[in-house]
């Protein structure tokens, strides 16, 4: 069974860098048949993805965050990391990793989901 | 445009068929998954592809895609299908998108 847990502080000054990161047990980042990916939520909205990166390491940012977010696969521990920089309290919100079928661009696995809050 | 447009709430009798729309230029190319969310829980897939289901969810759902419209349509609504439905699918840039959500209320 494929699992997906996020970790990292709840909390982020303003201005400062979020990093979080994801392990994954049941499956290997390695796999060729799916990406890695981040999704945020802030509260009472909807669903925003962030970026994914494949096996290979090479990545798709969303285009509107693209200047602010790396995200960074580590094999040996079997984890996927996200690094936003530069963050606002408008960045505030549940963050998930997930799975992603590369086939058909699903989501299929989901964690628990982290929230993170911006404020000083 | 690089968006996919979902009505903000829909209701539905229990024991009837409902229908969510997720709209996109995107859609005439790529197909629409869907998700659902309840309260304070991860999204889960509901329908990925052409029209499949993940293992263990009910065949209620389904999924269907016609021009610039996607849907999925759940027969004979339970109370437990109450939640917020996403669609997502991607653009010709290889961007991700999801849609709004709708948020299905059970009469």
């Known amino acids: 069974q494929v699992q997906l847990q996020e970790s990292g502080p709840g909390l982020v000054k303003p201005s400062e860098t979020l990093s979080l990161t994801c392990s994954v047990s049941g499956d290997s980042v390695s796999t060729t048949s799916f990406y890695w990916s981040w999704i945020r939520q802030p509260p009472g909205k909807g669903l925003e993805w962030i970026g994914y990166?494949?096996?290979?390491?090479?990545?798709n940012i969303n285009p509107s965050l693209k200047s602010r977010v790396t995200i960074s696969l580590d094999m040996s521990k079997n984890q996927f990391s996200l690094k936003l920089r530069s963050v606002t309290a408008a960045d505030t919100a549940v963050f998930y990793c997930?799975?992603?079928?590369?086939?058909?661009?699903?989501?299929?696995?989901w964690g628990q989901g982290t929230m993170v809050t911006v404020s000083s | 445009s690089s968006e996919l447009t979902q009505d903000p709430a829909v209701s539905v009798a229990l024991g009837q068929t409902v229908r969510i729309r997720c709209q996109g230029d995107?859609?005439?190319?790529?197909?629409a998954n869907w998700y659902q969310q309840k309260p304070r829980q991860a999204p889960l897939l509901v329908i990925y592809?052409?029209?499949n289901r993940p293992s263990g969810i009910p065949d209620r759902f389904s999924g269907s895609n016609s021009g610039n419209t996607a849907s999925l349509t759940i027969t004979g609504t339970q109370a437990e299908d109450e939640a917020d439905y996403y669609c997502n699918s991607r653009d010709s840039s290889g961007t991700l998108l999801f849609g709004g959500g709708t948020k299905l209320t059970v009469l």
């Open positions: 997930a799975r992603i079928a590369a086939t058909v661009d699903a989501f299929d696995i």
């Open positions: 990166i494949f096996y290979s390491g090479s990545t």
């Open positions: 995107s859609l005439r190319t790529y197909h």
């Open positions: 592809g052409k029209n």
